[in-house]
């Protein structure tokens, strides 16, 4: 069965630099340690897999001051092996306002980025927010899609004050207003978004231009309505994703299989929706 992964990182050194000064928060949130792997590691570890990835570029530094993952390096790690990365999500800063909107042209045009990802909670805004939709409505022009995280994170977690982060910057609710506000903009929601999951699935549900991948989670902690949801009124609507390099490969895969989803139902989560809403 083909896989594609709609959410994998880097996990590369320019991958970790981009989180400073989070990577020590996520090496014990994720009891492990938080290291940067050689880019023939990481291509290795997916085509033993038989995992076909989309990058995912980040960018945080208004909030940080660390230097991005950005859109011309997940270009050319994608290019560079076109079998293993068959598309990059790009990132931009919402907080850089103008800028942000020529950072997305240069992206799609020049880049080829299938789309952009963002993550409100570490980037400090809401999607929601009216201040950055001239952005939404350039990003919605060049006719690519977004994927938004909800849902708390790794990322400050255990801290004190979170290490200045907000959860509900990633709640479903924004989700919904954006989508409402922009019908024809493709809207895919990473993660589950616990502890939204029910609100996440309401969204999903209600909102047509709105999509989910399951990043981020062992696929044994999804909650009961959800497993069934996946197999259900959500069957069109989910995508499989890994975030790696959160968690080990062979692990989730496995996992999944223990769902015991039918051939059908897992061909459309692991490849058939993203085939058909992306074109990949």
């Given at each position: 069965m083909r896989r594609i992964d709609l959410h994998c990182y880097p996990g590369t050194a320019e991958w970790i630099a981009s989180q400073q000064p989070f990577p020590a928060a996520l090496a014990e949130y994720w009891n492990k340690p938080w290291e940067p792997r050689a880019e023939e590691?990481?291509?290795?570890d997916l085509d033993k897999h038989g995992i076909e990835a989309v990058l995912v570029a980040f960018d945080i530094?208004?909030?940080?001051?660390?230097?991005?993952?950005?859109?011309d390096y997940v270009a050319a790690l994608r290019d560079r092996h076109p079998d293993t990365f068959i598309g990059a999500w790009g990132a931009v800063d919402p907080l850089r306002g103008e800028q942000a909107i020529a950072d997305a042209e240069t992206a799609v045009r020049e880049h080829g980025v299938l789309g952009f990802h963002f993550h409100p909670i570490m980037g400090r805004y809401a999607v929601d927010d009216r201040q950055l939709y001239p952005l939404f409505e350039a990003i919605t022009a060049l006719g690519v899609p977004v994927?938004?995280?909800?849902?708390?994170?790794?990322?400050?977690?255990?801290?004190?004050?979170?290490?200045?982060?907000?959860?509900?910057?990633?709640?479903?609710?924004a989700v919904d207003e954006l989508a409402a506000d922009f019908p024809e903009l493709t809207i895919i929601a990473a993660h589950p978004g616990w502890p939204w999951i029910e609100e996440m699935t309401a969204v999903a549900l209600h909102k047509g231009n709105v999509y989910w991948e399951m990043s981020g989670w062992a696929p044994k902690?999804?909650?009961?309505?959800?497993?069934?949801?996946?197999?259900?009124?959500?069957?069109?609507?989910?995508?499989?994703?890994?975030?790696?390099p959160s968690l080990p490969f062979e692990r989730i895969l496995r996992e999944w299989d223990e769902l015991d989803y039918t051939e059908a139902v897992m061909h459309q989560v692991f490849h058939g929706n993203a085939e058909r809403l992306l074109g990949l």
């Open positions: 590691e990481v291509v290795a530094e208004t909030v940080t001051g660390a230097p991005p993952c950005g859109n994927m938004i995280d909800v849902g708390t994170t790794g990322m400050g977690a255990g801290m004190p004050g979170g290490m200045g982060a907000r959860i509900r910057h990633a709640h479903p609710r902690h999804f909650p009961q309505q959800l497993r069934t949801d996946i197999r259900a009124r959500l069957r069109d609507k989910v995508m499989f994703g890994t975030d790696h």
